[in-house]
C-alpha cells in the first residue's frame, strides 16, 4: 500500500454513545474539515491552497499532490521523504510545521503552516539587494533552522531563497523537504540520548552511496558534483550562496546553462563586488570552500562577527524582524 498512513495526525469530537453519555472520539482530519481558498503556489506534482479549518478557523495552507501524476512520474519516494522529514521537525518556528497528512480517491494533503509573506526570493527582487542587517537578521533565522534541521538528522539539499518563505511578521520559515535527505536517527545528534557516536561523524563528509539528486544549479556543492554525495556541510555551501546572494543582489556561481554553472563551482570560480561588506566577505569565504570538511561549522558560523549582536535561540524568533532595506 503506497499511501499507508503512518503516526496520522487526528483530533477529539464530542459525541454521544447509545446511552446518550458524551463521549470524545478520536478522529483523523480529513478533506471536508477545511474550506479551501485562494492559491499559493503551484508546482509540477502539487498545488499550494489557503485552507480553513472549518471547526477552530485557522488558516493552513495545503499542499495538494496528484497521486496519479505522482505514480506516473516516480515521485512516490519523494513524496514520502517529505512527509518523514517534516514529521522529525515539528517543534522550530523557522521551519513549516506539518500538522494533518490525509487523503482522498484522487489526492493527498499536506496540511503545512501558512507563510503569508511569500518567497524570500520575491522580497529580495523587489528589494535588489538587502543591507547588512536585513542579511544578518534573515541569515540567522535561516542558520538556527539549519542547525534545528541537522540536530534532527534531516539534510535539506535544495536551500535557496525561494524554499525560504516568511509569514505574517516576516520571519522566516523553510520548505519543500522533498528531497531531503534522512539520516539514521543514531547519527543526528539531537537529545544525545541515542548512545555513543556524538562525535557527530556526519558534520564532515559523510559516506553514502551516490544518489542521482541534484538540486538547484546555482547551489549545488561541489562534492554533489563531484563525488554525487551530499552531507550537512552542503547546506551550509548554500546558506553561503545565499548570503552572497542576499548582499550582491545575483548569486556567486551563475552562468547561461547549468553545465557551465557546475564548471565555476568546481573551480571556486566567483568575485565579490567592489564594496561588499568586508565582515561578510569573511564569513562567506569561509563558506564557499570546496573540502566539506574545511567549511565552518555551524558554531563557528553563529560566532562569526558578521552576526555579532545576535540572540541565537528563542530570543531570535521573539525579535521585531528589520524593515527591508
Ligand atoms: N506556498 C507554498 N507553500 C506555502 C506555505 N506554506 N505558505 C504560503 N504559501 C506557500
Redesign the pocket.
Not at 503545512?112 to 503569508?116: F, G, H, I, R, T
Given at each position: 500500500e503506497e499511501w499507508k498512513e503512518r503516526g496520522a495526525a487526528v483530533a477529539t469530537r464530542q459525541e454521544v454513545d447509545q446511552n446518550g453519555r458524551p463521549v470524545s472520539k478520536i478522529v483523523k482530519k480529513g478533506v471536508n474539515d477545511f474550506h479551501f481558498g485562494r492559491t499559493?503556489?503551484e508546482g509540477s506534482y502539487s498545488t499550494?491552497l489557503?485552507a480553513t479549518d472549518r471547526q477552530i478557523h485557522r488558516e493552513y495552507?495545503v499542499?495538494v499532490l496528484d497521486k496519479r501524476h505522482i505514480i506516473k512520474e516516480k515521485k512516490v519516494k519523494y513524496v514520502n521523504i517529505e512527509k518523514d522529514a517534516l514529521n522529525r521537525l515539528t517543534e522550530h518556528p523557522g521551519i513549516?510545521r506539518l500538522y494533518y497528512t490525509f487523503q482522498d480517491e484522487r489526492s493527498l494533503y499536506f496540511v503545512?503552516?501558512?507563510?503569508?509573506g511569500?518567497e524570500l526570493l520575491g522580497h529580495l527582487k523587489k528589494m535588489g539587494t538587502f543591507d547588512e542587517e536585513c542579511t544578518r537578521f534573515y541569515g540567522a533565522q535561516m542558520l538556527d533552522s539549519i542547525a534545528y534541521m541537522h540536530s534532527k538528522g534531516i539534510i535539506h539539499r535544495d536551500l535557496k531563497p525561494e524554499n525560504v518563505?516568511l509569514d505574517e511578521q516576516m520571519h522566516t520559515?523553510i520548505?519543500d523537504f522533498g528531497t531531503a535527505k534522512i539520516l539514521d536517527i543514531r547519527s543526528a545528534g539531537g537529545t544525545g540520548t541515542d548512545g555513543p557516536g556524538s562525535g557527530d561523524p556526519m558534520d564532515g563528509a559523510e559516506q553514502e552511496r551516490a544518489v542521482s539528486f541534484v538540486g538547484t544549479a546555482e547551489y549545488v556543492s561541489p562534492e554533489l558534483l563531484t563525488d554525487k554525495n551530499a552531507c550537512k556541510a552542503s547546506d551550509l555551501w548554500a546558506f553561503g550562496c545565499i548570503l552572497y546572494q542576499l548582499l550582491a543582489g545575483r548569486p556567486p556561481f551563475k552562468a547561461s546553462n547549468e553545465y557551465q554553472t557546475f564548471q565555476k563551482i568546481v573551480a571556486l570560480d566567483y568575485r565579490f563586488p567592489d564594496n561588499f561588506p568586508a565582515v561578510a566577505k569573511d564569513l562567506i569565504e569561509r563558506l564557499l570552500v570546496l573540502d566539506p570538511s574545511k567549511r565552518l561549522p555551524i558554531e563557528h558560523i553563529k560566532a562569526h562577527s558578521f552576526f555579532e549582536g545576535i540572540q541565537w535561540g528563542k530570543g531570535l524568533w521573539k525579535q521585531k524582524a528589520p524593515r527591508l532595506r
Open positions: 499559493l503556489g499550494v489557503a495552507a499542499k513549516v503545512l503552516d501558512l507563510a503569508n511569500g518563505l520559515k520548505t
